[in-house]
């Protein structure tokens, strides 16, 4: 075919025989297809020198390894080079309040959407009195509070983390 139109039809035999351009696409073809050949008989040689390398690191750590138990005096010692358990304690209040925080300014957050919706559905269905109104101040207040607590529990997790590692 060229450029959509059928050029010759017959066997692999005549078409090859034409002197068309078909025997060329044939040649480039099999030469392409000779070096994707080439490439994997490299890769198969590099992945049989890998495995070779990782066969020999493999037992150079059998031979390093040693068999028995760790002291329990051992982890004590890795456990307080660290800080030590108050530390430890302390930085998990930290954690703990700070998520608690968050998650109760999040829960405040729902409940106070809930009551600005209440709120107008009363108003809609003129079920409120004359002078009913929803106190926002108080409900900001205690946002304001448990935004300020998340972010001085996470500054202070932070801080003791910092310390607690160096």
């Not at 017959?10 to 480039?28: D, M, P, V």
């Not at 919706?117 to 205690?142: G, M, P």
């Amino acid at each position: 075919m060229n450029d959509g139109e059928v050029l010759m039809q017959g066997k692999y035999s005549e078409l090859k025989s034409s002197g068309l351009n078909f025997t060329k696409l044939l040649e480039e073809y099999n030469a392409e297809e000779a070096e994707e050949q080439k490439k994997k008989v490299k890769s198969r040689q590099n992945s049989e020198i890998a495995l070779e390398e990782v066969i020999e690191e493999q037992f150079l750590d059998k031979e390093g390894q040693e068999s028995g138990n760790v002291k329990p005096s051992t982890y004590w010692k890795y456990f307080r080079a660290g800080g030590g358990p108050i530390h430890l304690i302390v930085m998990c209040i930290l954690f703990i309040a700070a998520q608690a925080f968050a998650n109760g300014g999040e829960y405040y957050l729902s409940y106070w959407v809930n009551l600005e919706e209440d709120f107008s559905n009363k108003i809609k269905n003129n079920l409120t009195s004359e002078n009913e109104t929803l106190s926002r101040e108080n409900i900001i207040y205690v946002y304001s509070g448990l935004t300020l607590g998340n972010i001085i529990a996470a500054i202070s997790k932070t801080v003791h983390f910092i310390w607690y590692l160096s």
